[in-house]
């Protein structure tokens, strides 16, 4: 059998689909078929989980799956059951078995599918890692490589394609979750997932406002939504320093804000490079919108020698660039780096965000140094604000600072 396709009656074209892929778990237990379904979305699938018979006959005509991904079903009848859904279907995807590594069901109900004429995957043998079910899917993903052109930025709006992804910030000392940066992502039709640096608008591109304006809009809707009867957190958003300036945008950010005790400190961040050309006008906004209860927070300080010599820049946060970070409990100079950037923060009276960690040895290393707040994969990938909600936010209600 061709590993691209397979023959029915007609030819399916799975690895190359030029469309983002759906793909539905199926699985009586809500937690396995979210984690799934988890670990799926940013392999760039859209999902839909189905806990029963019914909830599968609905989705493969409403839905129309890529792929199914089928649990071992209580009793082994079910997943007898739900196989042949799928032929009667005539479903034209790709289908993948998991269950324990030691079920004989597995493989027999394996043989099955491939009788009755399913395309079958190779089994997904349980417990795995992210890594397992990456290899296992490799050779079939319909997610070509992200396009070596620039993306219209101006479409992308227009067709709603733009969405906020968060990443958690650690309070270093409690090791709790105490903010969320918003990072803007683009859900193409024809390329999955696609990364800022392929969209977004240059300095001078009128588009770049239209996009701030989004980002503002969105995040603060998302805030809202995160702070509903929980803890409250602080939010990040990325501006250009020149919209600073801009009286009116600004008043339209405050005007934004939720006005609610259970939301924290938004802080706004601007490049490096970005504040020390443009130093007069930071300052001024900086002061401005302490008012308001919003921060300036300055990204990648290390790369600018000179902050040092600034030390009434009234600044809220100083974020320190993964450059010096990963690998710190291992390197001398960037250990010290990381001394002389705590000890600006303390002169600056801003906080100091230790961004890009990976490892639990660094993560020690800038808690002993002194860093206020963790970022970076150690903790968690960015993820999308549903799924924010679901995990970072419910484990915060439940052991509540």
């Not at 984690?35 to 019914?54: I, M, P, Y």
């Not at 067709?159 to 803007?184: H, S």
């Not at 600044?315 to 705590?342: H, L, N, P, W, Y």
Request: hydrophobic share 45%; charged share 25%.
């Amino acid at each position: 059998m061709d590993a691209m396709s397979f023959t029915r009656n007609n030819t399916v074209q799975f690895g190359r689909r030029r469309t983002v892929p759906r793909v539905c778990v199926v699985d009586a237990k809500p937690h396995i078929r979210r984690f799934l379904a988890d670990t799926l979305q940013e392999l760039g699938f859209v999902t839909r989980d189905c806990g029963r018979l019914t909830e599968l006959s609905e989705a493969l005509p409403e839905f129309q799956p890529d792929l199914v991904v089928l649990g071992l079903l209580k009793p082994e009848s079910e997943v007898t059951k739900a196989l042949q859904v799928m032929m009667a279907a005539r479903f034209a995807g790709r289908v993948m078995l998991f269950g324990g590594r030691a079920s004989t069901a597995l493989m027999g109900l394996q043989d099955l599918g491939e009788q009755v004429g399913l395309a079958m995957l190779p089994p997904l043998a349980t417990p795995f890692r992210d890594r397992d079910l990456y290899e296992n899917l490799s050779p079939f993903l319909p997610i070509p490589d992200s396009p070596a052109f620039d993306v219209d930025v101006e479409e992308a709006m227009r067709n709603n394609w733009l969405e906020l992804w968060y990443q958690p910030k650690i309070d270093l000392r409690e090791m709790m979750l105490v903010g969320a940066e918003a990072l803007v992502r683009m859900r193409h039709p024809t390329w999955g997932i696609v990364p800022p640096a392929s969209f977004i608008p240059d300095a001078d591109d009128p588009n770049l406002r239209a996009l701030s304006e989004f980002v503002v809009e969105r995040a603060m809707a998302d805030w809202a939504f995160f702070g509903t009867g929980r803890t409250p957190i602080d939010m990040t958003i990325h501006l250009p320093a020149a919209l600073l300036g801009d009286s009116r945008f600004m008043e339209r950010v405050w005007l934004r804000l939720p006005d609610h005790a259970a939301f924290a400190k938004l802080f706004v961040e601007i490049d490096s490079a970005e504040a020390r050309r443009d130093h007069v006008l930071v300052r001024r906004a900086a002061r401005h919108l302490q008012n308001y209860n919003i921060g300036i927070s300055i990204d990648d300080v290390m790369a600018e020698a000179s902050w040092v010599d600034i030390a009434d820049f009234p600044i809220a946060e100083m974020q320190i660039d993964s450059a010096f970070i990963d690998g710190v409990a291992d390197d001398r100079a960037k250990r010290t780096a990381c001394e002389m950037a705590v000890e600006i923060g303390k002169r600056l009276g801003a906080r100091t965000v230790a961004k890009g960690l990976e490892r639990t040895a660094d993560c020690r290393v800038v808690s002993q140094l002194g860093f206020d707040i963790g970022q970076g994969f150690l903790f968690a990938k960015p993820m999308e604000a549903s799924r924010f909600a679901r995990t970072m936010l419910r484990h915060l209600a439940a052991n509540p600072r």
